[in-house]
């Protein structure tokens, strides 16, 4: 359909800030503090949730008005405004066709309240640091020193505060900055709105009754004070402030992008049409909050302002509800959950042992503490937060901002995305797609006639008149200054749906050039040029040509039909009479084109374990020709009257055999996301519109972009400064290394610390002393994990980033008892070494047996790093980043100079004797050979991830 559809924004009220527009200022340049993001609480509290979820909204949350509800079935009630009388609604809202007194605007405000979509208030800071304090790992670590600090252990109580102090304030600042980055990103605009005000000395009237009092006047208001019944002025540019009813319009366009998916503007007016659609959204009277004007102009009555708009509603669905446990939530409460009970159970096995065969309770409960410690991975906090944040840099250097830290790893699990199509898939730009005669044969007279047309019209340029005349070259062709010039016009209106421009051609005949919907202009056509001739348009020949616009709508083209006629020279005014009698000359075709940027990022995604599946409120046809086009095949798709009839066991199989899903509502795609994540994938939504908001935040990580509206960037957790899946895909390869970084450490400190206590409570079964003192295991755990500090910055084989990866807690204890009791095998071997070879058998000599399994048991697991980080062979096949073997050989150096060095008395160690260290040398070469060996029999049956 033709009509003025959009201009330039003109004195649309919206202020701009400073910084506002293209990339702020902050973001410019690279590894800025402010996208290291929040940390990823292991056990998510539902009321700890609620307090993280409101970044991104305009206004704080008004608490003192709660008879503001939301209606029961709010599509019911716009559906009923618009369909009843005018007189009759503005008598039941309260207003005037003049608009309302100030005594009555501050009256309504003062019942309904301002007009605000509500939000918490930002989390305080010391409950933000408590927060980040309670988790399981810091709550067991604190009580662990608490208990060495009353037995006076104070070394012990020293290393355990420093490890939860250090892990609770990295995690308070990082999420401090996440915090600090998402409020700059926050939309800069300050916005009013253009109210009619009736004088407040002017009595109340009737709806009905003309006024002899003093015009109203304009007024520019905050948008929180909009009230029910307001009559707003509106024009190109201006956003639509609250849900409102059109009392007049002038070529009004509206684009409902944010709200439907629809990327075309749709047009509006103040009569509802016989047969109107039955969706409320697609009224043509009804104007809904988050909207915006692209062209012309109107009056409206406010229907609903703030929660109660149809825009509210779904900010409340979102905000309401708290968020599901993420994929990324979920498995660290497995892994967690895990280890705890593994430490619960050989804990008081170890006191219990070593307590009956030494007979010192006291000892015994104090290594039984420092057991516990050892097997807790105190450093988990620290290293996944580290991790994470260093992902996070890297991702703001491909322009992705990361809001919630467990995204990143959710990133890598990621196996399932759904996106929109506007904007992602395509260009979210209107271009010319075809022009062709009306027999579908290409024709450059069509696009001469429709250049000639869009050039000269006066009124409102909409979206279409501009996408022709990009084709500058038209211009120049037909030498517009020497051989055209504009006799007359008629414009357009929503009854005709045509508009028409009278041009002379070479001053001796005019041509009248009609451009419009398809159906309106063959109305006024009588003729058909075909070829190089004119024939009259009979039954036949009309069924022919609507043939071939049937076929170019199905290809989800927007089609517009030329026609011309040639009048006499002496005539110098038109109107719409003289739309008669018109010869059809072909069509012009236009198609949000799909970017070049899609195919190859479709491909790539693919070809790391990702589907995609598109969902969008857009026409089906289109959104199935654009699929075509970037390579999504030619599925089926699915449309969402089709999905209402459906029940949750229905739909399962709808979601997982289909990939394109359009004409959707918000709570379709929601739908669609709770099904896939109840199928156990980890889901992805990319979107940007008011529709996308409740599947942002159903979704396991929600994608937004800057420009997205606000309801949608408080839904994401990641935040694109591109809307590409180029830059999606390789946020996804960064998650993976992320994740596959945390899994080394999990995997590896596990094993680690389950040989260590099988050792252990092998050792306190036969030895007449303790194996190692508690200070001996605790400094030995703390260097061990400072070896792992450099993971986060480990490389990462490239096979494991081809496919999405999982927490399995199943997996982790399968690898924890399948590697851990091979140290285990090694420190059986060093504690015969010690008491046959060296004859460290005794409680005197005892210090000479723990200096010798310190060694060994520090420098094993050190070995551990490297070949356990890999599947494949270390040192040749895959080596470890630089900083990761640094750190492991300093940790090496460290282990060896304390027993031997002038620190050995402090720690109550024993220099060894020079013919240890040959021993030494072997029992690490045996262990190196026999975890690889193992490791290749482990990969075959079970995989690697």
């Not at 991104?56 to 405004?81: C, I, K, W, Y």
């Not at 050989?346 to 516990?372: C, Q, Y």
Request: proline letters at 6%; a neutral charge; charged letters at 20%.
């Amino acid at each position: 359909m033709i009509g003025p559809l959009a201009v330039p924004p003109g004195p649309a009220r919206r202020r701009k800030r400073k910084g506002q527009g293209g990339t702020p200022d902050f973001l410019k340049g690279s590894c800025m503090p402010w996208f290291q993001p929040r940390f990823a609480r292991f056990l998510h509290s539902r009321r700890a949730a609620q307090h993280f979820r409101r970044i991104f909204l305009l206004e704080s949350l008004d608490r003192q008005h709660p008879d503001r509800a939301v209606p029961e079935d709010l599509s019911r009630t716009l559906q009923s405004a618009s369909e009843e009388d005018l007189d009759a609604l503005l008598a039941r809202l309260g207003g005037h066709r003049q608009g309302l007194t100030s005594a009555q605007a501050a009256a309504q405000l003062e019942r309904l309240g301002p007009n605000e979509i509500g939000h918490e208030k930002p989390l305080p800071a010391w409950l933000h640091l408590w927060h980040c304090y309670q988790n399981p790992f810091n709550l067991l670590l604190t009580a662990l020193a608490l208990i060495s600090w009353l037995t006076h252990d104070h070394q012990a109580t020293t290393v355990i505060g420093s490890m939860v102090l250090l892990s609770t304030l990295m995690r308070f600042i990082e999420e401090g900055r996440s915090h600090r980055a998402a409020e700059r990103l926050k939309s800069l605009v300050s916005n009013t709105a253009t109210v009619l005000r009736r004088p407040s000395t002017q009595p109340p009237a009737d709806a009905q009754a003309p006024t002899a009092a003093p015009a109203p006047s304009l007024q520019e208001l905050p948008l929180r004070q909009l009230v029910v019944g307001e009559v707003l002025q509106l024009s190109a540019g201006d956003m639509i402030p609250a849900d409102a009813r059109v009392l007049s319009a002038k070529d009004l366009f509206v684009s409902q992008a944010a709200m439907t998916g629809e990327s075309l503007p749709v047009e509006k007016q103040a009569w509802l049409p016989p047969g109107a659609a039955a969706n409320v959204l697609e009224a043509p009277n009804l104007l809904f909050m988050g909207t915006n004007v692209v062209s012309g102009s109107a009056t409206a009555v406010v229907l609903a302002t703030g929660r109660a708009t149809y825009f509210g509603t779904i900010a409340e669905r979102v905000t309401a509800q708290d968020r599901a446990p993420t994929a990324f939530q979920t498995g660290v409460n497995g892994v967690s959950g895990l280890l705890i009970r593994f430490a619960l159970v050989m804990v008081p096995i170890v006191f219990l042992v070593n307590g009956l065969t030494k007979g010192d309770w006291t000892e015994a409960f104090l290594f039984a503490m420092s057991v516990a410690v050892g097997l807790t991975p105190e450093m988990l906090p620290m290293v996944v937060t580290s991790t994470l944040a260093k992902g996070a840099v890297l991702l703001s250097r491909k322009k992705v901002v990361v809001k919630r830290l467990d995204a990143i790893q959710n990133f890598g699990a990621m196996d399932v995305l759904c996106t929109d199509k506007t904007g992602t898939l395509t260009q979210d730009r209107i271009v010319l797609e075809r022009h062709i005669d009306p027999l579908g044969a290409p024709s450059d007279a069509v696009l001469a006639f429709a250049f000639l047309n869009s050039h000269y019209q006066t009124g409102l340029k909409n979206l279409l008149d501009h996408a022709v005349l990009e084709h500058v070259e038209v211009a120049a062709e037909l030498q517009l200054e020497h051989n055209y010039r504009k006799v007359d016009e008629i414009p357009f209106d929503f009854q005709r749906r045509r508009m028409s421009v009278v041009v002379s051609e070479a001053k001796h005949h005019h041509e009248l050039i009609c451009k419009g919907a398809v159906e309106e202009v063959l109305a006024a056509c009588t003729q058909v040029q075909e070829g190089g001739s004119t024939r009259a348009l009979d039954a036949a020949l009309l069924e022919r040509v609507q043939a071939v616009t049937r076929a170019l709508n199905e290809e989800g083209l927007r089609v517009v039909a030329v026609a011309v006629k040639e009048v006499p020279p002496d005539k110098t005014t038109y109107g719409v009479a003289d739309e008669a009698g018109l010869t059809l000359i072909g069509y012009i075709a236009f198609l949000d084109p799909p970017k070049e940027s899609a195919a190859p990022a479709l491909k790539a995604l693919a070809a790391h374990g990702i589907t995609v599946k598109v969902l969008t409120g857009d026409n089906g046809l289109v959104t199935a020709k654009i699929c075509r086009q970037v390579g999504l095949g030619s599925a089926q798709v699915v449309l969402g009257a089709t999905l209402d009839g459906l029940d949750d066991a229905a739909l399962a199989p709808v979601v997982r055999d289909n990939h394109l899903f359009a004409k959707l509502t918000p709570l379709h795609k929601e739908r669609i996301v709770r099904a896939l994540k109840a199928q156990g994938h980890v889901v992805g939504f990319m979107g940007d519109g008011i529709n996308d908001a409740p599947a942002l935040r159903a979704a396991d990580i929600g994608i937004s972009v800057d420009s997205a509206v606000d309801i949608a960037k408080e839904a994401a957790d990641i935040i694109l400064l591109e809307k590409s899946l180029m830059v999606l895909d390789e946020g996804v390869l960064e998650g993976r290394k992320t994740f596959s970084n945390m899994l080394k450490y999990i995997r590896m400190t596990a094993s680690s610390n389950f040989g260590n206590v099988f050792s252990v409570l092998v050792a306190c079964a036969f030895l007449p002393f303790l194996p190692m003192l508690p200070m001996h295991l605790l400094v030995q755990n703390l260097l061990y994990d400072f070896s792992q500090s450099a993971i986060p910055f480990d490389n990462v084989d490239e096979e494991l980033m081809r496919q999405p990866l999982h927490w399995n807690p199943g997996d982790l204890g399968r690898f924890m008892v399948f590697f851990g009791p091979i140290s285990s095998v090694f420190d059986l071997l060093t504690f015969a070494l010690m008491w046959w070879v060296f004859e460290a058998h005794s409680i005197a000599s005892q210090s000479l047996f723990q200096s010798g399994w310190f060694v060994v048991g520090l420098l094993t697991q050190t070995l551990i790093v490297h070949l356990l980080r890999t599947p494949k062979l270390p040192f040749v096949q895959s080596r470890a980043a630089a900083l990761l073997t640094s750190m492991t050989l300093l940790v090496a150096a460290v282990g060896l100079f304390l027993p031997m060095g002038p620190l050995a008395g402090y720690f109550k160690l024993t220099p060894l004797p020079p013919s240890y260290f040959a021993w030494l040398a072997a029992i690490l070469l045996g262990y190196a050979g026999m975890i690889t060996g193992l490791k290749r029999y482990y990969v075959r049956r079970f995989g690697w991830q």
